[in-house]
């Protein structure tokens, strides 16, 4: 069973920059990729990026390709996504999740989805 607690949202002006940070509390997170997605208020959650068990290999939806990164630092059970030049469309809650790297999905088999952290971007 795997916890997860995301953090480090906050309200920034746009053209700002925020660096979230997502803790695992099991450290079978090593072995996993891991990807943040977002929801908008009543929208769907959507995907955002994602990481491979290793870090060596991220893919990012078009929507924030050359504006977000996102990292690992597995000896912390910890993934981050740095997002600078931030946007109106980008406000959303943020959640992270063990990923299904080629697909850009949540693991099927995943259902314990964290409180998410807030960025809010006015226009």
């Known amino acids: 069973q795997m916890q997860l607690v995301e953090s480090g949202g906050g309200l920034v002006q746009a053209g700002g920059s925020l660096r979230l940070s997502c803790t695992a509390s099991i450290r079978t997170f090593r072995s996993l990729a891991m990807g943040w997605f977002r929801q908008a208020p009543g929208k769907e959650r959507k995907f955002v990026a994602v990481i491979n068990w290793s870090g060596s290999n991220t893919y990012y939806a078009e929507s924030v390709q050359g504006r977000f990164t996102i990292s690992r630092e597995n000896a912390k059970n910890t993934v981050h996504l740095q997002m600078n030049a931030l946007k109106p469309e980008d406000t959303a809650v943020y959640y992270c999740?063990?990923?299904?790297?080629?697909?850009?999905?949540?693991?099927?088999?995943?259902?314990?989805w964290g409180q998410g952290t807030q960025v809010t971007v006015p226009s």
């Open positions: 999740a063990p990923a299904d790297f080629g697909a850009s999905m949540p693991r099927a088999d995943f259902t314990s």
